[in-house]
């Protein structure tokens, strides 16, 4: 692959992925720019999780780009390489570990070496201990620290997984549907949560719901059929009649 | 108000060195120190059956680590037990020297017999009692290696991996069934007189040996017992629970997982190398896929993810396999099959972790114990049904 001259964060060009011949993804190309948060949107099979798991390195395109950092070829590496490169990743539904405590899945995610014999001889470290009090603080599980994850509530385990995500200090975070079976209050709290996160790293949320993506107030990407329909402020892009065809149906 | 409490050391592993330090020291002494008839006196078949559960409670041991801690759920293990054995078995035949029956004093019986004209090669070196030892370990532990290489980059997982690890073994037993492989075919490796020099039948032999098996268990157990409290265990108990999270954490799931499979193998082996001079006996019926099914049972048993169930629950499934074929052999396999489908209708959590359960209830989360938390399996009553059936399955 020929390296590409971009100033931008994550740089997807042209990407294309088929399953038995069903076009998850078909042409896809999106730039995020460093400190960014945006926020994609679409309707169901639109290919925003294949998308995801094309950046994760779940999924090998067929055909096209995928550059981090202006350096790093996605498609070569696999999900632990991609994972300790700074990109963290939150899926759609809850994923914690839940026969360990809370701190122990902060812990389990900070930003260490990743290495068998590293871990095994690994002890906490005064430092560390505080990164996870901060964190708990972070995304207010601070009393149930010592809970295991099992017992949280499904609000409580999204933001436990947005915590394990800052653990990991990654660049660029991938969250797909934060607000999922959260109650309302939970997804204005989660609102705030990403706008926190987004002062200091850039932010791609996929997401359903129209006013949590109101609440972020971000540029839009409107994906349809494993390509972008259009892009812009919410206002704009929800005036295209392209879109709203997509949505709402002829 | 530390978020990660400082590891401290459990009531359960002194339980267990405790019992452990006991026998080692009041089995040899009633055995040779209480003549025989007196009602204390523990006869050397006694003694030579506890230490044939011993080896058992060590092959568990290494099951429950990797199936347990990691989710690995292996039929297998038995191929790494054997070849273990094998390995001390062949340094035992090189013992008997011209002792045997054609009265050759490097080639074993068989080897005449089958017209062997010298050693094979891979028999070479066995002689030395140290290289035999290296082999014990470093046999399982390749086997494991290439084996787990292969299927953990290949990311088999759940019962796929299960059913090759069957294969694994069948092929094994096949194989050492051949007289050309040089092991002594179906008959495998037997009549063995002494090692150091010193008479294998002796009480004072056997009491050595008893005291060598639970020595190596405890040891066996500390090596768990330091992976599943480090960092490491806690990954490993990540990856049972979410294979894939952890890996998006940038943790090289293989990796870890070959790491405690070698392992396993490794102490599976030491297991099979105790257990075969105190029966006197290897031979390929020891790769049959049932034995290996049979360790499992053990585990499941006594409760996995807990190390001190895999103990319990060999030594008592053993306990009662002996008196069990005593009195009614042909109905065995029955009782065996009806305890597993007991166990895992009754007690999923197995007898240890049922116990570790109900403590651990009713001390969390009020002061959380390292200890309960580390060895629980799954300290939550079941949410979803099916799923909890097909992961007791290990799928």
Known sequence: MTPVSTSALLYLNAITVSFDGFRALNGLSLAIDRGEMRAIIGPNGAGKTTMMDVITGKTRPDDGEAVFAGVHDLTALDEARIANLGIGRKFQRPTVFESHTVANNLLLALKTTRGVFATLFSSVSREQDEMIQELLETVHLGDAQHTLAANLSHGQKQWLEIGMLLAQQPQLLLVDEPAAGMTDAETAKTARLLREINKSRTVVVVEHDMAFVRDLDVKVTVMHEGSVLAEGPLDHVSADERVIEVYLGR | ????????????????????????????????????????????????????????????????????????????????????????????????????????????????????????????????????????????????????????????????????????????????????????????????????????????????????????????????????????????????????????????????????????????????????????????????????????????????????????????????????????????????????????????????????????????????????????ISPEPPRDIKQEKLVRLGA
């Open chain 2, 1 to 376: 108000m530390s978020a990660i409490p400082a590891r401290r050391f459990g009531t359960l592993p002194v339980v267990l060195y405790t019992v452990l330090a006991v026998l080692a020291v009041s089995v040899p002494l009633l055995n040779l120190a209480v003549p025989e008839g007196a009602p204390f006196h523990v006869s050397t078949y006694v003694v030579t059956l506890l230490g044939k559960y011993t080896a058992y409670a060590l092959l568990a041991l290494a099951l429950d680590l990797v199936w347990g801690y990691c989710g690995i759920l292996s039929l297998g293990h038995g191929a790494f037990f054997a070849l273990g054995g094998y390995a001390m078995g062949m340094h035992l035949m090189r013992m008997i020297g011209p002792r045997g029956v054609y009265g050759n004093p490097i080639l074993p019986d068989f080897m005449v017999f089958l017209n062997y004209k010298e050693l094979p090669w891979y028999w070479l070196g066995f002689d030395n009692f140290l290289f035999a030892m290296l082999i014990v370990l470093l046999a399982p532990g390749l086997l494991a290696y290439v084996f787990g290489t292969f299927a953990f980059r290949s990311r088999v997982t759940g019962v796929y991996f299960s059913i090759i690890t069957q294969a694994m073994t069948f092929a094994m037993m096949l194989a050492f069934f051949r007289n050309d492989m040089g092991f002594g075919g179906n008959n495998g490796l037997t009549d063995f007189k002494e090692i150091f020099g010193i008479d294998l039948q002796l009480a004072s032999t056997r009491d050595a040996f008893f005291v060598v098996s639970v020595a190596a268990l405890a040891a066996g157990y500390a090596i768990c017992r330091a992976i599943v409290t480090s960092k490491l265990g806690k990954v490993l108990i990540a990856i049972r629970d979410a294979e894939s999270r952890t890996r998006f954490l940038g943790y090289r799931v293989e990796q870890y997982k070959l790491f405690v499979w070698v392992v396993s193998a490794c102490l599976a082996g030491v297991a099979g190398a105790l257990y075969v001079p105190q029966v006197g006996i290897i031979n390929p019926s020891e790769f049959a896929p049932a034995s290996s099914i049979e360790a499992v049972i053990w585990v499941a048993v006594g409760g996995r993810g807990t190390l001190v169930g895999a103990i319990l629950g060999a030594v008592l499934v053993n306990g009662f396999k002996s008196w069990f074929t005593g009195a009614i052999p042909e109905l065995w396999l029955f009782a065996l099959g009806a305890l597993f489908i007991l166990t895992t209708l009754l007690l999923p959590r197995g007898i240890v972790g049922t116990l570790l359960h109900r403590a651990g209830a009713k001390a969390m989360p009020a002061t959380l114990q390292e200890d309960t938390v580390d060895d629980a």
